[in-house]
């Protein structure tokens, strides 16, 4: 089992800057891949960015060259760095992990509320 905590949402200006933070526990070994996905009142849940074991990382192409997505495997830790933050941002953001242990597992954070407004 994994377990995902995230932290580092809040009230945001328009095109102010936050970090979000999402450390992992638990059988943090069969982790191939972390991310962040976000939901927003109303919308189904999307892909912000992900990067897997390799380096490879991805993109909505809504939060490109704004967004910007980073691992800290001695900490276990996944962090998005979000500038440029518009009022179309205000979402839930949550934690993600692909693991393979036998089978492929996704694990969920709780969710943490990102809004951006004057």
């Known amino acids: 089992q994994v377990q995902l905590v995230e932290s580092g949402g809040g009230l945001v200006q328009p095109g102010g800057s936050l970090r979000l933070s999402c450390v992992a526990s638990?059988?943090?070994?069969?982790?191939?891949?972390m991310g962040w996905y976000r939901q927003a009142p109303g919308k189904q849940r999307e892909l912000v960015a992900d990067s897997t074991d390799g380096e490879i990382s991805r993109y909505a192409d809504s939060v490109k060259g704004r967004f910007s997505i980073s691992r800290d495997r001695t900490k276990n830790t996944v962090y998005l760095q979000m500038n440029s933050l518009t009022p179309e941002d205000t979402a839930v953001y949550y934690c993600?992990?692909?693991?393979?242990?036998?089978?492929?597992?996704?694990?969920w954070g709780q969710g943490t509320l990102v809004t951006v407004s004057s």
């Open positions: 638990g059988t943090t070994f069969s982790i191939i891949g």
């Open positions: 993600h992990a692909a693991a393979l242990w036998g089978e492929y597992i996704e694990y």
